[in-house]
């Protein structure tokens, strides 16, 4: 948390585009452990007292002996975000992922649900390429959005061009569709 606050001049890019989306702490939070792969938990006790821990911190094994005589929960906030953005087995409308996304990404897919484009390819960032045919196949279309909006939602890709109906091509490159300057 103490990362998230510091001054502006002292942020990084990723950190002043977190400073920007004007969340809660807490959701500030979230964003910067999911973009930087910090796992955490969150430990509730029945009175209410609670404790953020860092599974990669030294006092990981002090946080949870001071609650080793208490009744708590601990609750795995990372794995939670993991299945929860990554899981296949959610049915999630595609609607639901879009509107998680960042605003210069939700254009591309409603640029995609316009069927402006009959082809998409995403760039991924470990080097696969992912290709998606746009058609008049509304069901299929849908199918195609979720993926689409899944993958930018994780982040995952590096670039994704497009294909317009007259056989332009048009490239989004993902630093710049998630930058909010």
Known sequence: MDSIEKNETDLTPDEKKVMQLRESHFGKFLMYTTKHH?????????????????????SVVDIYKSFSDKT??????TSLMKSFIGSDELSLDADY??????????????????NAFKQVTLSLKDGSITHYYITKDREANELAIKNIARMLKKEDYQLIQCVRIDDSVVSYEEEALTSLV
């Open 38 to 58: 910090i796992e955490f938990s969150i430990l509730v006790s029945e009175s209410g007292e609670f404790a953020i821990v860092n599974h990669a911190s030294s």
């Open 97 to 114: 992922y879009v509107s998680i996304l960042h605003p210069k990404e939700r254009e591309v897919i409603q640029k995609i649900k316009q």
């Open 72 to 77: 708590y929960v601990a609750i795995n906030v």
